[in-house]
Nanobody
Framework: QVQLVESGGGLVQPGGSLRLSCAAS????????MGWYRQAPGKERELVAT???????KYADSVQGRFTISKDNAKNTVHLQMNSLKPEDTAVYFC????????????WGQGTQVTVSS
C-alpha cells in the first residue's frame, strides 16, 4: 500500500506564493506520474500539474507560467511552487500518484487547503 501525504497549504494574499509538497511512502513501489489536482467549492476536480518519471511536465492553462512542478526522486516527493497567486486559485489541492506496486494504481492524498484572499 502506498500513502501520499501533502503539506504546505495555507492562506496567502493575492500575488503571493506558496509551496506544496507531497511525499509518497510504502514498500516496493515505482512512481510513474505524480502531480496535483484541485477542487474549488461547487466545482469539479481539475488537473493543475503533473510530472512523469521522465520529467515530462504538464500544466493547466490557468496556471502555466505561474506554477512550477518538480520532484525529488531520492525522497519520492513532488513539489508545486505557486507564484502570483490569484483568488481563483483558492481550492483544496490533492496530490495524485500513478504508482506501480504489483499492479498499477492511482493514489490520492487527503488534500490541503489553499486560500488566496486579502
Amino acid at each position: 500500500q502506498v500513502q501520499l501525504v501533502e503539506s504546505g497549504g495555507g492562506l496567502v494574499q493575492p500575488g503571493g506564493s506558496l509551496r506544496l509538497s507531497c511525499a509518497a511512502s510504502g514498500r516496493d513501489f515505482t512512481i510513474s506520474i505524480m502531480g496535483w489536482y484541485r477542487q474549488a467549492p461547487g466545482k469539479e476536480r481539475e488537473l493543475v500539474a503533473t510530472i512523469t518519471s521522465a520529467d515530462i511536465t504538464k500544466y493547466a492553462d490557468s496556471v502555466q507560467g505561474r506554477f512550477t512542478i518538480s520532484k525529488d526522486n531520492a525522497k519520492n516527493t513532488v513539489h508545486l511552487q505557486m507564484n502570483s497567486l490569484k483568488p481563483e486559485d483558492t481550492a483544496v489541492y490533492f496530490c495524485y500518484g500513478y504508482i506501480i506496486t504489483t499492479v498499477r494504481n492511482t493514489y490520492w492524498g487527503q488534500g490541503t487547503q489553499v486560500t488566496v484572499s486579502s
